[in-house]
């Protein structure tokens, strides 16, 4: 009788635990409701806090000497502010902070890729910056290179600053073109096709160029709009993709299977990278950081490589570009600091130091004034073409909460085309008659 | 023999046949063995027994996890489960996977087993070592394996070549019939240091004076192996299968890394598409509406496979 | 008597010298076979792991050189100095990362703990699903298994939302609210893990052959329950109990996603977060990756070297001393 009694009670406590944790969790999902509309509207400059205060910045560079520089000079110029590093692995950032948003303990600033912060910024996660902007000498948002500032607005509003870039270019193996009689990198359609044809030699284990279908939409991306083709209107509503230039643009780029390995096929362009540096392929399109990979991990092939902007279609020229935003927190209670801080990290000084700057690293800050400045050409020649190719950037970011699920669709269906399974014009059409039910829930 | 019928515990009494007032009173007379259980009830109440709930509540909303508004669907996850493509493939695949990686990682971590348990030197050195992919971090096993499985390169297509078994090099990871028996390989490999683990333990059990008996009687090592062994391994066995099914139902990470869920969808599994709904589309109530799918799935299997032990079918 | 009667014949169980002629005719044969077999397989199961050694030190630039390189043609511990942070050369400033040393105390700690926290209560619970009879067991111990069978991805968040609202934790009042509970603390990585289904389903399997004379013999001699499982059961079971610690062990040490999710400060990193901290998308640090991951399975050898001991005839009958 005693013991059925003590189980009795241990019940009880559970129960009560359960319950208030589902009223917390309740009561913690209507505290974001806060909603992306403006914060302060006062004027002038945003107030020094008058307290000591500790801001949590989450981030995978915290751990960086650079970054550690950055956060100690902040220290000194705001002497109240103190910034605490909260370091995340760069792969599950997202997934982190997403768990520390819905649990209603986000940290203040976080550092994330400008492909999520619409994720983020379309779920009211994120604070409206445009009253803070509005108020800033540092920071200008006319000042940011289009297609960046596209991948931090969303419904016309600045959701973050983006503070770090590249864009795409082409790789290719000099020694490898030369081999092939080829005495420059092509700048036209037609001549990408031809060099990929004259460079593939199946006998003796080479390929032109390389291609991976678990990430066939986004390298599609650039000759889609090199052809003057569009992803989805510019409300998000319509779907553009399989147009007559899509459609063409999809026609070439899967039409390059035949000059790519086969047994990469189902890689990811990370790993795809050994193929280039074994001298198994000889054109690779990547971001500026893939000079970085060769000259850290295959120093054996120096001086065989170089990079190249992409070719131009008929719409010009266009390449996807990729980066990293800092943004302010919806669930914060310390904004003010915040955006000081993110400030601080935007201002002209303190970017060139984070991007060009720092010795190791390929990134090209996301600013007009600065990727024109003649420090950058001085510091990091090998990022001159990269730099130049910012301004031809196109974000691939939808601002429509539901364009990821549209973009894997449009990812199965072209790696299914890759593999033969279809045609590119039925891929495009599969994957836009997707698209349109899912929009249309 | 005692030691044989203990193997299979069964309950005496069918429940509920004697009525609740006997139980109660059984209860109370047994309250030592609540007592005994009650630490892990309480672990599991906080932690699972919530989540389970939780997760049940939110397959009736459109939960976009960070969103505040999460407006209740009813059925509408359910519907569209049921009509959803992807999800079957995704079962399809999981099937396929656990079909093929249980019982071989079974059969081969229990003959590493048993050649382990004689009394060879370095067998403590060897079985380290065997159990060495499993506590190999994943980033580097994905590594070694995609070597071992390159087009042009690998170890796999250069034996296969030389030997004349095949002519052309084989695709493994990109092709489309392939990619999953590689990725099986793969897992087979991980898991055998596991099944051996639990087999080793096993077989200490099993008394030497049977053997001893048998030998009496002039009982040849197979006959010993399938009268004395087999059965008396038979708990550990089944642990084994529950176990693997449970796991293997659940992969992700192992063949993501390997194939990212390719060639088109091939190795796929119920999981990867849970973590695609959950944290790529923000769907968590359609992620937990598959999840939950799947928790019934191995509710009901293993509910089965309990009862199949019980009555002694194997 | 029954119970006297096997307590006598166990006792009496010939010792090693017996095996050893037991084997004494084919054993040549016998071994040859063994060795045959075993011998190629253990080094295709060793190959990553043997490369990982060799990766960690080379160089970065030779690492991904082909063919792999087995034994390494340029040796260098550079990658380990950068790793510990030892040296004051710029690349090791500029690349090491901080706390190293905490992040596998942080591991050892808890991972321990939750050994340990198992062993004990594991083995209590399934005591009794595999040797009393009370209603409601097989239901219950279906339920037990069924916490195996949420994957994480989802139950990611309802956990994290109970962690933050324990009450009278971390800043928390009675109702739960107000501070963040056991996030970001030891207690919130080794309380979900002081218990497991995986844990009590391998010991009842195991504690399912033992004998039932021997537990009433002792019942007859008026032993408490408590004392029947800690002084006759447990004892028998060494080989399962060191079996449930290799796994649960391994399991804690290489723990990543609620670690993940639930740890922010670097005070409470471990070891497999802070490794992943040198995974930065496109620009890892290949060679301090190797070293570290080196460092950090070590542990999980030692113990399963240490606890396979227990996998060895003979320990379960001289643990008779009823």
């Known amino acids: 009788m005693l013991n059925k009694a003590v189980s009795r009670r241990w019940f009880a406590v559970v129960f009560v635990i359960v319950c208030a944790a589902v009223v917390a969790a309740c009561g913690s999902s209507d505290k974001s409701s806060d909603s992306g509309s403006s914060t302060t509207k006062a004027a002038g400059p945003v107030p020094e806090p008058t307290s000591p205060v500790t801001v949590t910045f989450s981030s995978w560079v915290g751990t960086q000497p650079d970054m550690k520089k950055l956060a100690a000079k902040f220290h000194q110029e705001h002497p109240n502010i103190t910034i605490k590093f909260q370091n995340v692995p760069a792969e599950q950032a997202s997934q982190k902070l997403t768990t520390q948003i819905a649990g209603g303990e986000p940290p203040d600033v976080a550092y994330l890729d400008s492909s999520n912060v619409n994720d983020f910024a379309s779920r009211q996660a994120l604070v409206n910056l445009d009253d803070y902007l509005s108020r800033s000498k540092l920071v200008s948002a006319n000042d940011y290179v289009q297609a960046f500032k596209t991948s931090a607005v969303y419904q016309g509003h600045m959701f973050g600053l983006p503070i770090d870039g590249e864009s795409t270019g082409l790789f290719y193996r000099t020694d490898m073109f030369k081999a092939a009689g080829i005495d420059h990198p092509p700048t036209t359609w037609q001549e990408f096709q031809a060099d990929a044809q004259a460079l593939t030699i199946p006998a003796k284990k080479q390929y032109g160029y390389i291609v991976f279908a678990p990430e066939s939409a986004y390298y599609w991306y650039p000759w889609l709009w090199q052809n003057g083709g569009q992803l989805l209107s510019k409300d998000g509503k319509d779907v553009l993709f399989n147009s007559a230039q899509a459609k063409q643009a999809a026609d070439f780029y ?11 096929l189902n890689s990811n362009s990370y790993d795809g990278r050994v193929a280039f540096a074994s001298g198994k392929v000889a054109m690779y399109m990547a971001g500026a950081w893939f000079a970085g990979t060769l000259n850290g991990e295959y120093p054996k092939i120096k001086g065989k490589w170089a990079a190249a902007p992409l070719p131009k279609g008929t719409n010009g020229c266009a390449t996807t570009i990729a980066g990293d935003t800092l943004v302010i927190l919806n669930g914060s209670d310390h904004k003010d600091a915040a955006w000081k801080w993110i400030e601080f990290l935007s201002s002209p000084e303190n970017m060139s130091a984070w991007t060009f700057g720092s010795p190791n690293g390929t990134t090209l800050p996301p600013r007009t004034s600065l990727l024109d400045s003649p420090q950058l050409t001085e510091k990091k020649p090998i990022l001159k073409g990269f730099a130049d190719q910012m301004k031809c950037g196109v974000a691939n970011v939808i601002a ?23 045609t590119p014009s039925e891929a495009l059409d599969g994957a836009a008659s997707d698209a349109k039910e899912i929009l249309s829930r | 023999m ?46 699972t027994a919530f989540s389970l709930l939780f997760l049940l509540y939110m397959t009736f909303h459109e939960w976009s996890i960070i969103q505040p508004q999460k407006p209740y669907v009813g059925l509408d996850n359910y519907k569209d489960l049921i009509h959803d493509e992807r999800f079957k493939r995704s079962v399809i695949n999981t099937f396929y996977y656990t079909g093929a990686q249980v019982p071989l990682t079974m059969l081969v971590g229990l003959g590493v087993a048993l050649l382990l348990n004689q009394p060879l030197r370095g067998r403590g050195i060897l079985r380290t070592m ?41 695709l493994w990871l990109s092709d489309k019939n392939l990619a999953m028996p590689a990725v099986v390989l793969m897992a087979v490999w991980n898991g055998v240091g596991f099944a051996m683990v639990v087999y080793l333990a096993g077989l200490q059990s099993i008394p030497e004076e049977l053997y001893e008996a048998a030998k009496v009687d002039g009982a040849g090592w197979f006959q010993r192996l399938r009268s004395i062994t087999l059965p008396m391994l038979r708990p550990s066995t089944i642990f084994l299968v529950v176990i693997e099914i449970i796991f293997s139902f659940q992969v992700f990470t192992q063949i993501f890394v390997m194939t990212s869920g390719g060639p088109v969808d091939r190795t796929t599994t119920v999981v990867y598409y849970i973590y695609e709904s959950a944290f790529k589309f923000f769907e968590m109530g359609y992620a937990s509406t598959v999840a939950f799918a799947l928790f019934l799935m191995l509710l009901v299997f293993t509910a089965l496979q309990i009862r199949i032990q019980r009555r002694g079918a194997w | 008597m029954v119970s006297a009667t096997v307590v006598e014949e166990r006792v009496e169980a010939p010792p090693a010298p017996a095996k050893r002629s037991w084997h004494f005719t084919s054993s040549t044969a016998k071994k040859v076979f063994a060795y045959g077999i075993l011998v190629p397989g253990a080094c295709l199961f060793v190959a990553p792991f043997v490369w990982l050694i060799s990766a960690s030190f080379q160089h970065v630039g030779d690492i991904f050189s082909w063919p792999p390189q087995w034994i390494p043609k340029n040796p260098t511990v550079e990658a380990y100095k950068v790793f510990f942070g030892i040296g004051a050369s710029e690349d090791v400033q500029n690349r090491a990362a901080e706390g190293v040393t905490r992040w596998f105390l942080n591991s050892a700690f808890v991972a321990t703990t939750i050994t340990v926290l198992q062993l004990l209560f594991n083995s209590m619970a399934a005591y009794v699903f595999a040797k009393r009879r009370f209603p409601g067991r097989n239901l219950i111990f279906l339920a037990f298994l069924s916490t195996m069978m949420v994957p994480p991805q989802v139950s990611l968040i309802p956990n994290y939302l109970i962690m933050k609202h324990i009450p009278l934790f971390g800043g928390n009042d009675i109702l739960g609210l107000g501070g963040h509970g056991m996030l970001d603390s030891y207690y919130g990585l080794i309380l979900p893990n002081a218990a497991a289904a995986f844990g009590i389903f391998l010991l009842r399997q195991y504690m399912q052959s033992i004998p039932d004379e021997l537990l009433d013999a002792a019942r007859i001699d008026g032993a408490s329950e408590f004392k029947i499982f800690w002084r006759v059961v447990l004892p028998l079971c060494r080989p399962a109990l060191a079996a449930m610690a ?49 460092i950090a399975t070590l542990p999980m050898v030692v113990v399963f070297a240490v606890f396979q001991r227990h996998f060895i005839r003979g320990i379960s009958l001289t643990g008779l001393k009823a």
């Not at chain 2, 390159?150 to 170890?155: A, F, I, Q, V």
């Not at chain 3, 639930?262 to 290949?286: D, E």
């Open chain 1, 400 to 422: 429509n909460p539901k364009w990821p699920k549209i973009e894997e669709s449009l990812n199965d269906h072209l790696g299914k085309a890759m593999y033969g399974d279809q």
């Open chain 1, 254 to 264: 899967i039409g390059l299977t035949k000059y790519s390995p086969k047994d990469f």
């Open chain 2, 130 to 170: 065997f159990f060495l992919p499993n506590i190999t971090p994943l980033v580097v096993v994905a590594i070694v394996w995609k070597w071992l499985y390159n087009g042009d390169y690998g170890l796999f297509n250069y034996y296969l070549l030389k030997t004349h078994l095949i002519h052309d090099p084989l």
């Open chain 3, 246 to 294: 290799i796994f649960t062990f391994t399991y804690a040490w290489e723990d990543f996603l609620w670690p993940l999710i639930i740890i922010s400060s670097p005070n409470h990193q471990t070891a497999p977060l802070g490794l992943a901290l040198f995974v930065v998308k496109n620009r890892t640090s290949w060679d301090v990756l190797m070293a570290g991951s080196v």
């Open chain 2, 2 to 47: 005692s030691v044989a019928a203990n193997a299979v515990t069964e309950q005496a009494v069918p429940r509920g046949a004697r009525g609740l007032r006997h139980n109660l009173r059984q209860m109370r007379r047994e309250w030592s063995a609540y007592a005994f259980l009650s630490p892990a009830v309480i672990v599991f109440s906080l932690f």
